[in-house]
């Protein structure tokens, strides 16, 4: 039953990053071709950007296809590490984008540029919504790369919020310098979520301890089982984005069943996600 519910939800995410390809393709095709023809920077800037995070939703699919293949003999656990190296290489894609956004809201405030306001409100507007449908998708999602193409959308929703509403100050007389001032803000919000989620992809990445684990605590923990004295040497690294591993050596007292109490270490470690545990007690 467990494995059927795990295809289950395996299906529905996988079909999610579908959608959300699917989509986007087709807005960024849109949004391309009227950045070129009337001739907005802004508009062909966010085209740009949003084809980064659709890349990077074609990168999630991949890896997260790849985490559902069984292991093998040269790759013993599996692909699921690759669920981790698409969530780094998320990050670095947008932080090219944000490069990209600031670079492109330089330009605009030397070189204000006029252009059709109401075309590039009708495109902004129609990206928000797009890109708030995919953002939704993956809403409820808890592994990194969800949680990357959650961000990446919102990241995108909010970018085209800020060229509607240079594009709507711009309509009504404002100064043309309005447009890339807003997006280069949207741009120092969008950094800080992606530097949030750099640095602990960056972590697992290094087989350090997920940020959402305490060492200090996973020793208590196995601590406090009955019939443990000593825990050492312990170490623990992600397998993937939703899965971790860890060894340890545990001292007992000698009137305990050792198999028991490797039974229970097991159990004690899955409320941290650590579904694969090597144990090697001593007395």
């Not at 939800?9 to 393709?25: A, E, Q, S, Y």
């Not at 894609?93 to 070189?111: D, G, H, Q, T």
Request: glycine residues 6%; aromatic residues 12%.
């Amino acid at each position: 039953m467990h494995n059927h519910d795990h295809h289950d939800h395996h299906l529905k995410v996988t079909n999610k990053f579908l959608w959300g390809i699917l989509l986007n393709t087709l807005f960024v095709s849109v949004e391309f071709f009227y950045g070129w023809k009337v001739d907005s920077i802004s508009l062909t800037a966010d085209a740009w950007h949003n084809l980064s995070d659709v890349l990077g939703l074609i990168l999630s699919w991949f890896a997260f296809v790849m985490a559902g293949k069984s292991p093998t003999k040269k790759y013993t656990y599996g692909f699921s590490k690759g669920t981790i190296l698409a969530s780094l290489a998320n990050c670095v894609v947008l932080f090219w984008a944000v490069a990209e956004m600031f670079s492109n809201a330089y330009v605009r405030i030397k070189s204000p540029t006029l252009i059709d306001t109401n075309t590039v409100m009708w495109i902004a507007g129609l990206g928000i919504v797009i890109n708030t449908i995919t953002a939704l998708l993956f809403f409820r999602e808890k592994e990194l790369n969800n949680r990357a193409a959650f961000l990446h959308m919102i990241a995108d929703a909010l970018v085209s919020v800020a060229v509607l509403l240079g594009g709507f100050i711009i309509s009504v007389g404002g100064p043309q310098w309005m447009d890339p001032i807003i997006g280069a803000i949207i741009g120092l919000v969008i950094l800080y979520g992606t530097w949030n989620l750099f640095k602990k992809t960056l972590r697992l990445s290094l087989d350090g301890v997920p940020f959402e684990i305490s060492i200090d605590k996973v020793i208590t923990d196995v601590k406090n089982i009955e019939g443990v004295l000593e825990v050492k040497n312990v170490h623990i690294w992600a397998i993937s984005t939703t899965r971790n591993a860890c060894t340890l050596e545990v001292k007992l007292r000698d009137q305990y069943d050792s198999e028991k109490i490797k039974k229970d270490i097991k159990q004690e470690l899955r409320q941290f996600r650590i579904q694969h545990t090597t144990i090697e007690t001593y007395l």
